[in-house]
């Protein structure tokens, strides 16, 4: 079968790999329909991440069933499902607590797996025309058949719920502001879970035009940070407070205002400054255990110069880490399904997978309005 596989920085191919089969009772094969390209592929793409050549990319996938493992219950042939990035087994300590993004039997010594993902597990990605879903009851979410809201559906295999998760790790109430930080994929996701729960008011940070413009299409107020201090434009509009809440859609590949070099603390600092005392941060954005990378002997190994001694004096709470998709994907599809939420807004291509290459070097230089690719094998 054909598959996208990483070659080397800045390359990536569609290559022959081997179609895979079912290896345990409890997987599935699923023939994939829909792959989407990730900011987090490119932290692999870039050469940021020790990923070695040869791995098949692919996190983000749904597809029709195609074959099924003798213990699987749940599933047939033809279903249509979508898969949580997070491969989970769902009877671990974690996983049946809910936090299926740490399971600790998919990926021994590290909680957390993921399908195509540098030391997420032995899991191929869905950048190709198959792939296997281990514990498959579990990590499968059943979809209406037909092609009815594809675009939308792709989107529950990370980026909708994980946007929905930096909402909630920010405990973002109705009634509150909200400033998102990025908008690229996840911050719009993040801005648009905020005004699903009802926020009053969402500010969304980023420069890149296209991607405030949508920012700005789905009711959010767009800040330029390459037009002044993003802190400064929320509190001029905020009657001087700051806001409520705010979400960290960026991570450590976060750049300096004006200068536009890589400071991967900036996006967390601007953060505290820009919430109210007693307000909170959720930080979906990814920070790293060690950076080969990072601008300074520090931040290579995952330290990071931030305001902590003003995140106390504010009493802001922050919570971080992995979405949990499990948490989120079911009723995040009952609202696309009823109508009530549409976050293939986001959606700026959609490529045949052969076209792969070219959707990766130009997503990854943010050119053409290249905000969130679909592949299609
Ligand atoms: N927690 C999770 O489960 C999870 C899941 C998916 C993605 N992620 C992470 O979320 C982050 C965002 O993902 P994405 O796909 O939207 O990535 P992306 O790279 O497309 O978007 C990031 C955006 O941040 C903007 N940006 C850079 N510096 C900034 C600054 N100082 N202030 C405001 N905006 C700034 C960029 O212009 C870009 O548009 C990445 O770190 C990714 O790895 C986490
Ligand atoms: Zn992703
Ligand atoms: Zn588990």
């Known amino acids: 079968m054909k598959a996208v596989v990483y070659k080397g920085p800045f390359s990536v191919a569609v290559e022959e790999v081997e179609k895979p089969g079912i290896q345990h009772p409890d997987d599935v094969i699923v023939r994939v329909t829909s792959t989407a390209i990730c900011g987090s592929d490119l932290h692999m793409y870039e050469g940021r991440t020790a990923a070695e050549p040869g791995i098949v990319f692919g996190h983000e996938n749904m597809g029709i069933v195609d074959e099924v493992g003798h213990g699987v219950t749940g599933l047939e042939k033809g279903d249509r499902v979508v898969m949580p990035f997070n491969v989970a087994c769902g009877f671990c300590r974690n996983c049946a607590a809910g936090y299926t993004g740490y399971c600790t039997t998919v990926n021994p010594g590290f909680a957390g797996g993921a399908y195509g993902y540098v030391s997420m597990g032995p899991w191929q990605g869905g950048q190709a025309e198959y792939l296997r879903v281990p514990y498959a009851d579990f990590n499968c979410l059943k979809l209406p058949r037909g092609d009815a809201h594809e675009r939308d559906f792709i989107l529950l295999a990370d980026i909708f719920p994980t946007g929905y998760h930096g909402c909630e790790l920010a405990d973002v109430r109705p009634g509150e502001s909200v400033a998102v930080y990025g908008a690229g994929p996840v911050g719009l996701m993040a801005a648009y879970s905020a005004l699903l729960r009802g926020a009053k008011k969402v500010f969304v940070v980023d420069r890149v035009p296209e991607r405030l413009q949508k920012a700005e299409e789905i009711g ?69 255990p060690s950076d080969p990378g990072g601008p300074d002997e520090q931040a290579k190994q995952g330290m990071l110069l931030v305001a902590i001694g003003r995140l106390f004096e504010k009493g802001l709470r922050i919570g971080t880490g992995q979405c949990n998709v499990k948490r989120y994907n079911r009723f995040l599809r009952d609202l696309i399904i009823e109508g009530r939420a549409k976050p293939s807004f986001v959606v700026s291509h959609e490529l045949p997978l052969s076209e792969a290459p070219s ?5 990854d230089k943010r050119i053409e309005g290249y905000t969130k690719v679909i592949l299609h094998p």
């Not at 002044?228 to 205002?257: H, L, M, N, S, W």
């Not at 603390?265 to 990814?286: D, F, M």
């Not at 959707?359 to 997503?363: H, I, N, P, R, V």
């Open 220 to 288: 959010a107020v767009p800040v330029d940070f390459s037009a002044g201090d993003p802190v400064e434009q929320i509190r001029d509009q905020t009657g001087g407070e700051g806001t409520d809440k705010g979400v960290d859609a960026v991570g450590y590949q976060a750049t300096a205002g004006a200068s536009g070099e890589e400071e991967p603390a900036t996006v967390l600092n601007s953060l505290v400054n820009t919430v109210r005392p007693t307000g909170a941060l959720g930080v979906p954005g990814l920070y790293v």
């Open 359 to 363: 959707g990766y070097d130009k997503f």
